[in-house]
């Protein structure tokens, strides 16, 4: 199974640090974020990664090279324009093959098994959720058994955590354009296509300063 790095976002709220640096390079614990990804998915058999890239995207390739330092082989899908989440993958799909594929945010840090990704795919996703962060209190989706449903009015939601595999089938009928993704993985939701899991350990969204001052204490506290 290949895996996707989705390592095109510009980081407006971790101004300056991103003005010169993209932010998968932006370090923490002395490493840049992008790097824990790519040693724990090695790590989980994962050798085949696909990184998209837009704002200074040249520096994400100087860095990482071809990927044979952390055991893998990388390609680039580079984007003149942002595509979205949604069109980020899209535009990737040649370089990513007909079989189901891990797609990851590169703005996380976690420390989530993704060894656990590497099973059989039952329908068009598959979803890792979150307990809901305080800065997004309401959550996106919700799980009944194995399946993952659009949240709804009453019934405890949790947060969609950047971590998934997908099935090039839920892009049929896509466009090249800048999409999201959560109107695709709602459509799956609707036919009953789409599962999930809780994800057990921490998990942080790298969105601003004080989240990424979260993963530095995280970080020493394991050593």
């Known amino acids: 199974m290949k895996a996707m790095i989705l390592?095109?976002?510009?980081?407006?709220?971790?101004?300056?640090?991103?003005?010169?640096?993209?932010k998968p390079l932006i370090r923490?614990?002395?490493?840049?974020?992008?790097?824990?990804?790519?040693?724990?998915?090695?790590?989980?058999?994962?050798?085949?990664?696909?990184?998209?890239?837009?704002?200074?995207?040249q520096q994400i390739e100087d860095h990482l090279g071809d990927g044979s330092?952390?055991?893998?082989?990388?390609?680039?899908?580079?984007?003149?324009?942002?595509?979205?989440?949604?069109?980020?993958?899209?535009?990737?799909?040649?370089?990513?093959?007909d079989n189901?594929?891990?797609?990851?945010?590169?703005?996380?840090?976690?420390?989530?098994?993704?060894?656990?990704?590497?099973?059989?795919?039952?329908?068009?996703a598959h979803l890792v959720l979150v307990d809901n962060p305080a800065h997004h209190p309401g959550g996106d989706f919700y799980q009944q058994g194995a399946q993952v449903l659009d949240a709804v009015p009453g019934v405890d939601a949790l947060t969609y955590s950047g971590i998934a595999v997908l099935s090039p089938a839920l892009f049929k009928g896509a466009a090249p354009c800048a999409f999201k993704l959560a109107p695709l993985l709602r459509t799956a939701m609707a036919d009953g296509?789409?599962?999930?899991?809780?994800?057990?350990?921490?998990?942080?969204?790298?969105?601003?300063?004080e989240r990424l001052a979260e993963v530095e204490s995280l970080i020493k506290g394991k050593h």
Not at 7 to 22: C, I, M, S, V
Not at 32 to 47: C, D, N, S, W
Not at 69 to 97: C, D, H, M, N
């Open 7 to 22: 390592a095109a976002g510009k980081g407006e709220r971790l101004r300056p640090l991103t003005l010169h640096t993209p």
């Open 28 to 57: 923490a614990g002395g490493v840049p974020l992008i790097e824990y990804h790519l040693r724990a998915l090695a790590a989980a058999g994962f050798t085949e990664i696909v990184i998209n890239h837009a704002w200074l995207g």
């Open 69 to 97: 330092r952390f055991g893998v082989t990388i390609q680039y899908s580079a984007e003149g324009e942002p595509l979205e989440t949604g069109g980020g993958i899209f535009k990737a799909l040649p370089l990513l093959g």
């Open 100 to 124: 189901p594929f891990a797609v990851v945010n590169g703005d996380i840090w976690t420390d989530y098994d993704f060894a656990g990704l590497r099973q059989p795919l039952r329908g068009l």
């Open 193 to 209: 296509q789409v599962t999930g899991e809780r994800l057990q350990g921490h998990w942080v969204d790298v969105g601003t300063h």
